[in-house]
T-cell receptor
Framework: EAGVVQSPRYKIIEKKQPVAFWCNPISGHNTLYWYLQNLGQGPELLIR????????DSQLPKDRFSAERLKGVDSTLKIQPAELGDSAVYLC????????????FGPGTRLTVL | DQQVKQNSPSLSVQEGRISILNCDYTNSMFDYFLWYKKYPAEGPTFLISISSIKDKNEDGRFTVFLNKSAKHLSLHIVPSQPGDSAVYFC????????????FGQGTRLTINP
C-alpha cells in the first residue's frame, strides 16, 4: 500500500514569494490533515478535511495561508506571501476518519524562506 | 500554552537496557494518548496508543503507562535496540469528535551499542 505522498520534498524561496505544497493521501482515507512542524517542536495542526470539507481550520493563518481539497482526494496548501517565520516542515497526514484511527504521515516538505 | 510537554529533549541509553520516555499533559479533557516515532527526513509513524480507561498498554517491546491523576504518561522500550534511535513524540486528543492531536516537543532517543 502506497503511503502519503508529498511534493516537493524541499523548497527554498525568497520572502514575499508564493509557495504551494501538494499532498496525495492514502487511497480510501477520507480525512486529510496539514501540520506545521517548527524546528525542535512537535507537529501543530493547521487544517483538517473530511472529504472536501474543511472541518477544522481554526489554526490556519488565513491572511496568507490557504488550502483546498477538490474532489476530496489530494490537497494543496499555499502560502502567499511567504515570510521568514514560515520556514518549517509542512506535514500532510491522512486517516479513515473515525476518532481513534491512526493518522499516517507523509515525509513532509521542508520550506526555507530567505 | 503547551498542553502536552516532553521535558527531556534527549535521552541516551545503552543497547539492551530499558528506555523510558516521559510526557505530561495539562488538559484533563484528553482521553486518548499516542506515541509516534520519527526518523530523519521521514514523517512520524504511529507506535502505540492508550485510552484513558486503561493504565497500561503493551505491544511487544513497547509499553505505555498512563497515570491520570498525575496527568503523566510514559513509554518503556525493553530491550532497547539501535534501530530505536529516533525522535519520539507524545500526542493527546479528545476522542469524541475532533481527532485533533496535540503533540509534545519530542525526545531524541539515542541507543548506544
Amino acid at each position: 500500500e502506497a503511503g502519503v505522498v508529498q511534493s516537493p520534498r524541499y523548497k527554498i524561496i525568497e520572502k514575499k514569494q508564493p509557495v504551494a505544497f501538494w499532498c496525495n493521501p492514502i487511497s480510501g482515507h477520507n480525512t486529510l490533515y496539514w501540520y506545521l512542524q517548527n524546528l525542535g517542536q512537535g507537529p501543530e495542526l493547521l487544517i483538517r478535511y473530511e472529504n472536501e470539507e474543511a472541518v477544522d481550520d481554526s489554526q490556519l493563518p488565513k491572511d496568507r495561508f490557504s488550502a483546498e481539497r477538490l474532489k476530496g482526494v489530494d490537497s494543496t496548501l499555499k502560502i502567499q506571501p511567504a515570510e521568514l517565520g514560515d520556514s518549517a516542515v509542512y506535514l500532510c497526514a491522512s486517516s479513515y476518519g473515525t476518532p481513534s484511527d491512526e493518522q499516517f504521515f507523509g515525509p513532509g516538505t521542508r520550506l526555507t524562506v530567505l | 500554552d503547551q498542553q502536552v510537554k516532553q521535558n527531556s529533549p534527549s535521552l541516551s541509553v545503552q543497547e539492551g537496557r530499558i528506555s523510558i520516555l516521559n510526557c505530561d499533559y495539562t488538559n484533563s479533557m484528553f482521553d486518548y494518548f499516542l506515541w509516534y516515532k520519527k526518523y530523519p527526513a521521514e514523517g512520524p509513524t504511529f507506535l502505540i496508543s492508550i485510552s484513558s480507561i486503561k493504565d497500561k498498554n503493551e505491544d511487544g517491546r513497547f509499553t505505555v503507562f498512563l497515570n491520570k491523576s498525575a496527568k503523566h504518561l510514559s513509554l518503556h522500550i525493553v530491550p532497547s535496540q539501535p534501530g530505536d534511535s529516533a525522535v519520539y513524540f507524545c500526542a493527546a486528543s479528545v476522542i469524541q469528535g475532533a481527532q485533533k492531536l496535540v503533540f509534545g516537543q519530542g525526545t531524541r532517543l539515542t541507543i548506544n551499542p
